[in-house]
């Protein structure tokens, strides 16, 4: 048995020693197949989408295209996607200047400078293509396409993608602890979404539905609410991809925004979706590294992902490097009222509000670990009053806290997920 395991911290890793006699089980992906020529594949892709005509088709006589991408807090390998895809539509007549990059930062911060560069991943799209951030509540720059059908979800999206007459989101097909899986029409709402968009899709009713979580589509509100924003805007494409552990490119496509994404989610299902039939008393897994632990705020995912697997009463250790704090001041705030209500005064007062508190809705995800078990943090970043407005407990040794909850619970058994949010741990109960 190994006595050391390593997890993802920031740009690199921990190697944690874990105690004698312990009885670990390492949960994580199987081998997923990696593209040997990933510039090959996406030019593949691009010639041969799913449910729609090849980008060569798609370029012609377009006078505005809109490509939308992740913001900074996802790890997607832009770089080579973007100038793939730009080099296609420009050698299918689309002239550079037609053409503008938005990144969807939803109601997150701008990425910026130093930043910006990072996101989109190649000098030569960074210096010959616009390059805009999405700005939420700028109104001038939203178009108010109406409601939803189904659950009447007000639908304002930024003008750069309304007015476009090729619109194309690339995304990164995983985990997501709301909407089933990322990428896809997610990262058109709320990615490019306006204020009231967001902050209607995250409200106690959506957020407090128990088929809004991770892996799963089938009934999911948020979901629903994403393809019909979809068919009110029309049609849209999508460029998706799959990575693996070492963030390598395992799978990419092209094609209609919704058929794409379902393609992209049955590939990704067969690795992250991992079956376990018991539970654990000690957890210890990540927040996934850089870029997604950059703040505490996104670390709930890593908190949230592996809660099928936590037995009641458990203890979760989880590592997140938190290099930029708590999060935004609308988080910070929001952590404060569940000091100040605790959890049910907490759920209480969001549950009539029909447009969330901004960046509420983490604290909201937050209280469904809280209710299976216990949180202890490791993180260098979180200084001063923010390691009390995490909510959960502080530990400054790993090690420490799986020998305290080995003991206190009698059971040598400990998960480890090293990738954690990108990995799902299923509980099945054995007959």
């Not at 799959?242 to 990419?252: G, K, P």
């Not at 890593?302 to 590592?319: C, E, K, W, Y």
Request: glycine letters at 8%; one cysteine or more; hydrophobic letters at 40%.
């Amino acid at each position: 048995m190994n006595d050391s395991v390593s997890i993802r911290y920031g740009k690199g890793e921990l190697h944690i020693r874990l105690p004698k006699g312990c009885e670990p089980t390492i949960i994580r992906k199987p081998d997923m197949p990696i593209l040997v020529d990933s510039h090959a594949a996406i030019r593949d892709a691009l010639l041969n989408p799913v449910g729609a005509p090849s980008i060569g088709e798609l370029s012609k006589g377009v006078q505005r295209a809109c490509i939308v991408i992740c913001d900074i807090t996802r790890p997607v390998p832009n770089g080579m996607i973007l100038k793939g895809l730009i080099e296609q539509l420009r050698d299918n007549g689309v002239p550079l200047d037609r053409i503008t990059i938005l990144i969807a930062t939803g109601l997150h911060r701008p990425n910026l400078g130093r930043e910006m560069r990072e996101v989109i991943g190649d000098d030569w799209v960074f210096n010959n293509v616009r390059i805009e951030n999405h700005f939420a509540r700028d109104r001038q720059w939203m178009v108010d396409l109406g409601h939803t059908p189904t659950d009447g979800i007000p639908v304002i999206l930024n003008r750069h993608l309304v007015d476009a007459d090729l619109r194309i989101a690339v995304g990164l097909v995983e985990p997501h602890l709301m909407a089933g899986y990322s990428g896809g029409r997610k990262v058109i709402a709320p990615g490019v979404a306006g204020e009231e968009t967001i902050r209607t899709f995250h409200n106690h009713r959506f957020m407090a539905d128990p088929l809004a979580c991770n892996g799963n589509l089938t009934n999911n509100p948020l979901h629903r609410g994403q393809l019909e924003i979809l068919k009110l805007l029309g049609k849209a494409y999508a460029i998706n991809t799959v990575i693996d552990e070492a963030r390598r490119m395992s799978f990419v496509n092209f094609g209609d925004c919704e058929k794409s994404h379902l393609e992209s989610v049955a590939f990704v299902k067969r690795y992250a979706e991992v079956p376990l039939d018991r539970q654990f008393n000690t957890l210890l897994t990540s927040a996934a590294g850089y870029p997604l632990d950059k703040t505490y705020y996104q670390t709930v995912k890593g908190m949230v992902a592996p809660i099928q697997i936590l037995a009641d009463g458990g203890r979760m250790i989880i590592a997140s490097a938190c290099e930029e704090g708590l999060g935004s001041h609308e988080y910070r705030l929001s952590q404060s009222h569940l000091l100040a209500l605790g959890r049910q005064g907490f759920l209480d007062r969001i549950r009539p509000m029909p447009l969330a508190d901004v960046d509420a809705w983490q604290t909201h995800m937050l209280l469904r670990t809280l209710a299976v078990g216990n949180v202890s943090l490791f993180s260098d970043g979180l200084k001063g009053n923010d390691r009390e407005l995490t909510g959960v407990q502080m530990i400054e040794s790993i090690e420490d806290a799986i020998a305290t909850s080995i003991s206190q619970t009698g059971d040598k058994a400990i998960a480890i997920i090293p990738e954690g949010p990108y990995v799902i741990p299923t509980y099945t109960k054995s007959k």
